[in-house]
């Protein structure tokens, strides 16, 4: 062969030895990139994020933000979201539906779902608003002082999400994993929204008496304590919020806490996340999923 024709094959031979590589180049980082995963965020006002701007218009019955920690999780780590979370959800709004053309939250779910969170319980026996409202009231007309609610009602509230809430719970999270077998299901808890001991200084924002702020304390970690265990039982992931939003109660300063106070709050729903704590929510379940 002529030396100018055996250069012709060798140049052909490099440049389809080239256009070989790069496209096993092109075909390497197409499988190596990863698909969003199929989030779905269920759950009640926690999860929605109810009184933090900017508010999501496509629903307004259920309170819902667009900053809300799905929309935070979905943000930092490219998930297609389905947000179908709604204030004042109980756990029977999972199957039913809570408002007229409000479908129920499990409706959401498909088989090809990678990902669940949700909050919810805390409205189960209307427990959040009846501890905060019954504790609230003794307190005023206490004076701060005693323990009014507690003397008044005792065990009644630990006891009703002890006989009605658990069991609940955990037929909700059965019914998620059955829906969407194939995801991970994460509940979380809810952050602190009293201080451990009475703050005489936060009277005027969370106006609970001196010896009903650990009584109201006792009553938000009596729920956490079943919706982690309902999450172990049922092979969910428990999101524990007991040490990271320890300081960060409704009594602390803005800027500190992640839940606004009853009085002087900056959110319109008051005793809920504020940006802050949305955000602090998010990225402590990306941590404890292990999305970051």
């Avoid at 009640?44 to 667009?66: E, F, I, W």
């Avoid at 929309?71 to 204030?87: M, Q």
Wanted: proline share 7%; glycine share 8%; charged share 15%.
């Amino acid at each position: 062969m002529p030396r100018s024709g055996l250069r012709n094959v060798m140049l052909a031979s490099v440049a389809a030895l080239a256009i070989s590589l790069t496209g096993a180049t092109v075909t390497a980082q197409a499988t190596t990139t990863p698909k969003p995963l199929n989030y779905v965020a269920l759950g009640d006002s926690y999860s929605a994020g109810s009184g933090v701007l900017p508010v999501d218009t496509s629903n307004l019955l259920c309170l819902r933000s667009k900053a809300n920690y799905p929309n935070v999780i979905a943000a930092r780590t490219g998930a297609r979201l389905t947000d179908v979370t709604c204030g004042a959800a109980q756990t029977k709004h999972f199957t039913q539906s809570q408002y007229l053309g409000v479908a129920p939250q499990l409706n959401a779910l498909k088989a090809d779902t990678d990902l669940v969170t949700l909050t919810i319980g805390g409205n189960d026996n209307n427990t959040f608003i009846n501890a905060i409202l019954a504790c609230g009231s003794a307190g005023l007309l206490s004076g701060g002082k005693g323990s009014p609610c507690k003397d008044r009602n005792g065990s009644s509230f630990s006891d009703q999400i002890e006989s009605n809430t658990y069991p609940a719970l955990k037929a909700a999270l059965k019914a998620v994993q059955d829906k969407a077998p194939h995801a991970r299901v994460a509940a979380l808890g809810y952050p602190w929204i009293a201080p451990p001991t009475a703050d005489p200084s936060c009277f005027a924002k969370l106006p609970i008496a001196e010896g009903d702020i650990p009584y109201v304390r006792g009553i938000q970690a009596h729920l956490n304590a079943v919706i982690k265990r309902a999450a172990e039982e049922t092979g969910a992931v428990y999101v524990d919020f007991a040490q990271v939003s320890e300081g960060h109660d409704a009594c602390k300063p803005a800027g500190t806490r992640w839940i606004e106070p009853v009085l002087f709050g900056h959110t319109a729903v008051p005793v809920h996340p504020n940006a802050l704590g949305e955000k602090r929510m998010a990225e402590h379940a990306m941590t404890t999923l292990g999305l970051n």
